[in-house]
């Protein structure tokens, strides 16, 4: 990860937002080549999801919306994380996320150690319990700890358990609950009644705008709402780079099925074409798995949950939610609002509430995913026939922020300089392309592959005396072929779509 976050600085992915003033936990920026790959991956799923398919309609819906919305949909009373506070250090955990373990030796409790969760969270554990009982010079046989998190605390233990932050006990509180909806104003009163919140998630719009796109949009069942946009939770610790972060982007659908649809197939539908669509990007399958939400965990009225995992270098972790949420969302909205959200079924002749299957991603999350994957260091042949180290993000064309880079061979030769800026200046009008003349010709070629660029077009001497062929050499192979104008456009309108 701090090889990745660093490549994402060095060259323009990602920055920390306002760095210049200390910068700001949990919010980043994307820079010039992260803007490009995260507007890529926009548009793929804009593509994919919803004008290349007859039963899904995109809407973009306000940040802001009626503070009724959020009660309706229950996160005003329960979009809450559990919150530990160190009164000593004044940091704040999660308490879901901060662990703990008696140390016993000889059947008797001796004392406590914590651990923040990590990979090895057990391990950290019994090295604390294993030091504590050294540092106590305490004698006798240590039992293996048994790891329980803040909720599951006992109110007699929280006094007794160590602080991550200053490793002394007394200083944590019992565990209470955090809404994580960022709080707002609108208007010129700051008062109760002014009070609204920033969206913590997108689908409300998808759900509070259900009524219009069915009165205007010529929908018919099953069809889905899309909407890509912002989306703000006040985490209480944001962590993982932009894994986990306070301000984040989602890429979401509800799928409204018939009430009496077999829910099921179409669940196991979307997760499927949810894991089709991360490999058409370029996530290896291989690095992709599916964890089902135990039934006890669910809410109520959902059916079921399954979340596409990926493997980044910090676990194993949710990429993508697909739930089955029944008609839950919309007869809250119908009590709420008084309005009705019902369709009408012209085989029955009856109105009724329909059903969804909700898939939700985020942007972000996909980003450092493709990065994941893509980050490669392999020892490769240089020009002199030593051999020398290249890092290369093996991201796909379709994702890719810098399509072809085009190089003239030498930069003192105006011929070769000016057919190079020629073929540049056309393919600029549809793709991202990136004119580079300084350099040897191998340092540019490394340049190009640490950004990820599937092709460099060379223009040498024989582009200009012969046929105006050049070289196309591309990144993963680094195998080098001649060919033409037309070819080179062929081949993005087939591998860029
Ligand atoms: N409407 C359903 C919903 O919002 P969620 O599991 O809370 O469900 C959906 O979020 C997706 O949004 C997650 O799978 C993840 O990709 C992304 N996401 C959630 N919280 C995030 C955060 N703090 N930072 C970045 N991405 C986040």
Known sequence: METLVSLCKRRGFIFQSSEIYGGINGFFDYGPLGAELKRNIRDCWWSDMVRRRDDIVGIETSIIMHPRVWEASGHVAGFTDPLVDCKASKQRFRADQLFFSPVVVDARTVGYVSALESERTAEELQEAAEAFKRKKSIQGKLAPVRVRDMTEALAEEIALIPSPATGEPGSLTAPRSFNMMFQTNVGALT???????????????????????????????????????????????????????REFEQMEIEYFIHEDADWAKCHREWIDSCKDWLVSIGLPAGRLSEYNHPKEKLAFYSKGTTDIMFRYPFGVQELWGIAARGDYDLKQHEKLSGVPQVIFDEATKKKFVPHVIEPSVGVDRIFLALLCAAYAEEDVKDDKGGVERRTVLRLSPRVAPVKVAVLPLLKNKPELVARAQALYRKLKHGYAVFYDESGAIGRRYRRQDEIGTPWCATIDFDTIEKDGTFTLRERDSMAQVRIGEAELFALLAEKVY
């Open 191 to 245: 008062d109760a009644s002014s009070v609204s919140y920033l969206r913590p998630e997108t689908a409300q719009g998808m759900f509070a705008d259900f009524k219009a796109v069915v009165d205007t949009g010529r929908v018919k069942l099953p069809f889905g709402i899309a909407q890509i946009g912002k989306a703000f939770r006040n985490e209480i610790t944001p962590r993982n780079f932009i894994f986990r972060s």
